[in-house]
């Protein structure tokens, strides 16, 4: 009996040590968007955040008008999800079921989520726009790829509608929108031409080697969807960072597909050359031998 009472003790004492340890390992550092936690200050808020202050490839920058363009061809293979979303104390974020996917350089990066920012994070020659939508997908060796799609004020958009009327007015728990599915691919322009650069997350801890696809064609929302969203979150975003000597690349994929055709092209060309040459040769000896 006394053996059993110490040992009852003794776990709880174990359990009671263990509690503080947990909570002050998982405790995430506060980081946000205003005063001492602001953008300009979040490489000094943690260890884990330092490339937020000293990162020579970080994520938004702007695109300049001169800035190379991929031609309309941005590999997506999204599927139906059912709608989970949460307001997250950062932003409105969907969290997506598995199966849509995402093509960069022959590999496959399955999405992961998607969540919004006022105003947007990128900017244009410049310019930001009313907002910006993020798609978060990740390779299974953890590799990141985001497509970025800028948002501006105009027509209403029936496609972000089960998004914007279903976002949770308090920060929590993902929550499970009944009978709401939706799909990715309708938030995308009609026309899919990209920018590609290598970035970072634009949040903390500003994670590098960022592969960022950020799509040419805005889609447009109305003054009062982008509104509904402002009314949350209204400078949920990064300002844009230095370049440090990035450029915007096109896409390697295309470029391999189009020198492998013309080898192949080559080849064919060669073939023909030296078949025409051969029967050429053996005519004349067989002319001569006659
Ligand atoms: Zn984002």
Redesign the pocket.
Known sequence: MLAKSRAVIALTVLLLCLTPATVLASDPVHWGYDGEVAPEHWGELSPDFSACGEGKQQSPVDIPATAAVNPPGLRVDYRDSALHIVNNGH?IQVNVDPGSTLQVDGATYPLAQF?L?ALS?HTLNGAHTEM?L?L?HKDATGRIA?VGVMLEAGAHSAAYEPLLAHMPAEEGEPETIAGISLNAADLLPAQRGYYRYDGSL??PPCTEGVTWLVLSEPVELSASQVAAFERLYDHNYRPVQPLYGRTFLVTPAQTGRRSSGLLIAGAIVLCVAAATLLWALSRRRRTRRE
Request: aromatic share 0%; no cysteine.
């Open positions: 932003t969540h920012h994070e910006e993020h978060v985001v634009t949040t």
